[in-house]
């Protein structure tokens, strides 16, 4: 699916399943309760913090969603086309960054 696809879907959902969307604020409190879930996992499963028995189960590829979901949310309250805002920061970045990392040494 295409990020516009995907705008609609999460809009069709909230507008009969989810009721209505929760206002910015909360969701944005949501965005941020989303990534630490993220964060949680990665400190785990890739840095060198011990699971515990209450991380069994939670699955990266659908703490990632939930976080894109939110967001996407969030996108449709704004008014914000992802699809534009993504290319438009590509740009930017191709622009910006266009000799910066290949000139880090600590990436080679």
Do not use: P
Request: hydrophobic letters at 35%; proline letters at 0%; a negative charge.
């Amino acid at each position: 699916m295409t990020i516009e696809e995907a705008q609609k879907i999460v809009d069709n959902w909230i507008n009969t399943t989810g009721v209505r969307y929760f206002n910015e604020l909360t969701n944005t409190a949501i965005l941020m309760e989303e990534v630490g879930e993220v964060a949680r996992i990665m400190a785990r499963k890739y840095g060198e913090q011990s699971f515990k028995k209450s991380d069994e189960g939670h699955d990266l590829g659908d703490e990632l969603a939930d976080v894109l979901f939110v967001l996407i949310c969030l996108a449709n309250q704004t008014g914000t086309d992802l699809t534009e805002a993504l290319q438009k920061n590509l740009e930017k970045k191709n622009i910006r960054d266009a000799d910066r990392h290949k000139n880090n040494e600590k990436l080679k």
